[in-house]
RNA sequence: GGGGGAGUACCAGAGUGGCCAAAUGGGACAGACUGUAAAUCUGUUGGCGCACGCCUUCGGUGGUUCGAAUCCAUCCUCCCCCA
């Protein structure tokens, strides 16, 4: 399979350097991403690169993860229009780890196969390098006007944007570096990355050039984008993160479900492993039966089985059944204790003390004893909106009071604002 | 150093003595419609015992006035022009 050719079909190519195609039809190539460890989970901005890298494997050829230990503690200014703030090393550290578990699950590391994945962190060479060492070897190869001439440099000396400072200048470098360090070490000639990453790519393979007299290759992916124009990946509570504990699978689950028809036909492809013909038929699928959503079905499907599990996209799948299935207050009541838990694992909890239930009113109680709404005023206009439910009943009466026959398996309450926000209110 | 302008709710931006809890647009939230979509339409968008009532808000402070976002003084911040 031809590495290019799949991406090029994929819609996940936005520049690559001459004779890239060439290089990997040779044989088996070998190429890096890079991470930036700025958390201790990835998100799923950082899966585009992560299915490249994919792809990449399956195509026969090996890839690199590198954790950007060193260069995370400078900070890429690219896209950024102020100076970044640096991370410490032992939060770099701790996040390393987490990000090299997620990583793990992701792609084959542990085959005896000769394209095993393989992750190193920029550190460990980094912290040898002496400044001297760097400048000498490094710095004279690279001059000053090239650097100034990338646009991630360009725009920080153009406009708002508050100056630069030399170390997020060096950092150009710096990435660079690593390149010619793979080059050198792992035969690694290629580097892979989002078209941000453009302008350090090839200062890599300029540098590669003037040092070793080697030719290297560069590929990046466009950014992502939503048919709408907004931001991909974020949503009003934040970024959509890989691990369970900041995004709960059944949360990653819904934000795939929840794309529209028109980023579901490129996400399809670019999220998951699926074949052309496969994705076309879905595709056909989908626009001959639109509100049946069988492309972000399996978008989901895909995705979340891939990141968690089976069993976490299938029990995600059961709360969705639950809580948009038009499921009805009679049916919240049949589920079991462990079943209701595990349905809405990950909304937000509030516990109160049991005695508080009887004869509360249900305004004061849900903003006094259970913050649920932040003023009683909001809360009573959203009733009168009839945008409040309990229990899946829409509450008509902001006078209405509660007791303990409200609770579900006698010690749950389910408040809804609106269709998709729940909130489980428990009594203890 | 000289001259001019501006700071209003989440943002943009009206208002220049009482009719201002403050136009309008965007955003956000909710309702209807739907496919948990998009578009559209509707409502809400300072707090409180909420249908005309009270309290806190228009950069800070202090004043004038029966009454101030609006007038005066002063301080702070930002912008523009000239040197």
């Given at each position: 399979m031809n590495f290019v050719e799949e991406l090029r079909w994929r819609g996940m190519i936005h520049d690559l350097t001459p004779g890239t195609e060439e290089y990997l039809s040779k044989g088996m190539g070998t190429a890096y991403v890079g991470i930036d460890p700025t958390a201790d989970s990835l998100h799923i901005g950082h899966l585009v690169s992560v299915m490249i890298l994919k792809h990449f494997q399956q195509c026969g050829h090996k890839p690199i993860a590198l954790v950007g230990g060193a260069t995370g503690m400078i900070g890429?200014?690219?896209?950024?229009?102020l100076e970044r703030n640096l991370l410490d090393e032992t939060t770099l550290r701790h996040n390393q780890e987490a990000i090299k578990k997620q990583l793990s699950r992701l792609l084959?590391?542990?085959?005896?196969?000769?394209n095993a994945a393989c992750l190193v962190n920029n550190y460990d060479w980094m912290k040898e390098l002496s400044f001297l060492g760097f400048i000498r070897d490094i710095g004279k190869l690279i001059t000053v006007n090239y650097m100034m001439a990338k646009d991630s440099v360009k725009k920080r000396f153009?406009?708002?944007?508050e100056g630069m400072s030399f170390t997020e200048f060096t950092y150009q470098l710096v990435q660079g570096y690593d390149f010619v360090h793979l080059f050198e070490t792992?035969?690694?000639?290629m580097q892979l990355g989002g078209s941000d990453q453009w302008g350090n790519i090839t200062t890599g393979t300029e540098l590669i050039r003037r040092k070793l007299g080697a030719e290297a290759y560069g590929l990046t992916c466009p950014l992502i984008k939503k048919a709408d124009g907004t931001k991909f990946g974020k949503t009003e509570s934040g970024n959509i993160w890989l691990d369970a504990r900041y995004t709960s699978p059944y949360k990653f689950y819904q934000f795939w479900l929840n794309t529209s028809d028109e980023d579901a036909k490129s996400y399809i492809r670019i999220f998951t492993m699926l074949g052309r013909e496969e994705i076309d038929a879905l595709i056909a699928e989908q626009d001959a039966?639109?509100?049946?959503r069988p492309l972000q079905k399996r978008l989901a499907e895909e995705v979340t089985c891939m990141v968690h599990s089976r069993g976490e996209w299938e029990k995600a799948v059961e709360a969705s059944q639950i809580l948009f299935?038009?499921?009805?207050a009679e049916a919240l009541r049949g589920l079991d204790e462990e079943t209701l838990l595990a349905v809405f694992e990950g909304v937000p909890t509030f516990k109160v003390a049991a005695?508080?239930?009887?004869?509360?009113n249900f305004v004061d109680f849900m903003v006094e004893?259970?913050?649920?709404?932040?003023s009683k005023g909001e809360l009573r206009k959203l009733i009168q909106g009839g945008g409040v439910s309990l229990n899946k009943e829409?509450?008509?009466?902001?006078?209405r009071a509660i007791s303990s026959?409200?609770?579900?398996?006698?010690k749950y309450l389910l408040v809804q604002k609106g269709k998709k926000n729940y909130y489980l209110i428990v009594a203890e």
């Open positions: 890429d200014p690219s896209g950024k229009s084959d590391f542990e085959s005896d196969a000769k153009e406009g708002d944007g792992m035969e690694c000639k039966a639109p509100h049946l299935g038009g499921s009805t005695s508080d239930i009887d004869g509360a004893k259970a913050p649920v709404f932040p829409k509450v008509e009466d902001a006078a026959a409200d609770l579900i398996a006698g």
